[in-house]
């Protein structure tokens, strides 16, 4: 079984379209985040969240909204794409949000804005 | 904001070969963890280290962590094709709030 699963795997779209992508843990962990991967491999944070505690990485446009229907889920929503949104967008899952857990990735969303 | 720098940024070598690859910050961390991400895949934990001068062994890989948490090495020896791969690494700020990530050292290891 898929511990972090993510949909779609690839998205490619139109720039000032809206777009979601769906995240899903089955480890029964607390705490979910949202990732973006530049092209030239930097991971950056853009989300935490536990136990309905939103942490937002301060750089992160307003156009990103996650939302989290339960603890097993946390959906990243992107309104009006631009072109520098063209990434992969990784999903993980923590127990408790501690900085010494181990965190589990998603195999990614690659999205392409054009 | 903190940064994590690693060194070097793309290495090639010939299996058998040993290597080192480094992760430097100017910022004190409270734990460190390195990952391995292969093309097309998320990035899976090899090791998360704590305590400064920490060294932890996982077969054919070694982590070390700087007495001042504020660099760690990975050293790998008798390096096989099956090592290649993206290794990230990541740190915590000292309140577990901050979450950040190196910018990778992509090793190939040739047959």
């Known amino acids: 079984d898929t511990a972090v699963s993510q949909t779609p795997k690839y998205l490619v779209t139109q720039m000032g379209n809206d777009k979601s992508i769906k995240c899903e843990q089955n480890?029964?962990?607390?705490?979910m985040y949202w990732y973006k991967q530049d092209s030239k491999k930097f991971l950056k944070i853009m989300f935490s969240y536990n136990n309905k505690e939103l942490i937002i990485n301060e750089t992160v446009p307003n156009r990103f909204s996650p939302k989290s229907p339960d603890k097993a889920h946390l959906n990243l929503h992107i309104n009006s794409l631009e072109l520098g949104d063209s990434a992969v967008y990784f999903c993980a899952s923590s127990q408790d949000g501690q900085d010494q857990e181990t965190q589990y990735f998603g195999p990614g969303t690659r999205l392409l804005v054009l | 904001t903190q940064l994590l720098e690693q060194s070097p940024q793309f290495l090639s070598i010939q299996e058998g070969e040993n290597l080192t690859v480094y992760c430097n910050s100017s910022?004190?961390?409270?734990?460190l963890q390195w990952y391995r991400q292969e093309p097309g895949e998320g990035p899976v934990l090899l090791v998360t280290v704590v305590t400064g001068g920490e060294v932890k062994k996982l077969k054919r890989l070694t982590f070390q962590f700087g007495d001042a948490r504020k660099d760690s090495s990975l050293h790998i020896t008798a390096a096989q094709p099956g090592d290649t791969g993206l290794y990230l690494c990541?740190?915590?700020?000292?309140?577990?709030?901050?979450?950040?990530f190196g910018p990778g050292t992509r090793l190939s290891v040739l047959p």
């Open positions: 990541a740190g915590a700020d000292n309140y577990g709030q901050n979450f950040v």
């Open positions: 480890l029964g962990h607390d705490t």
């Open positions: 910022s004190v961390f409270s734990s």
